[in-house]
């Protein structure tokens, strides 16, 4: 059964950094890709970052490419996503979610498993 579980969120100041993870059972992340998703509050859900299992690339929306990093621990089956120079635009629920593929070229409506997310409030 595959699960999905993120950790990290909370209250933090613009400029400042925050590492969400996410827990996967069912399936290994060295097969299968997994990727970021954000929404914001009124706005659709977005695809922020993904990391690909064929090749290990990792792929990043422009609005958060050279501030957020994506990253994998194989062995604990763990997907990270450092956030780095948060701005309030950044505040979401941020979720996890795969499609059971080995590339990220496919977006949200394609993702068949989810977690159930994790909230980022930037705020001073």
């Known amino acids: 059964q595959v699960q999905l579980v993120e950790f990290g969120g909370g209250l933090v100041q613009p400029g400042g950094s925050l590492r969400l993870s996410c827990e996967a059972s069912g399936f290994s992340l060295d097969l299968h890709s997994i990727g970021w998703f954000r929404q914001a509050p009124g706005k659709e859900r977005e695809g922020i970052s993904c990391i690909s299992s064929s090749d290990g690339s990792a792929h990043y929306a422009d609005s958060v490419a050279g501030r957020f990093t994506i990253s994998r621990d194989n062995r604990q089956n763990t997907v990270y996503l450092q956030m780095n120079r948060l701005k309030a635009e950044d505040t979401a629920i941020y979720y996890c979610?795969?499609?059971?593929?080995?590339?990220?070229?496919?977006?949200?409506?394609?993702?068949?498993?989810w977690g159930k997310g994790t909230l980022v409030t930037v705020s001073s």
């Open positions: 979610a795969t499609d059971l593929e080995d590339s990220c070229r496919n977006g949200v409506s394609r993702m068949q498993y």
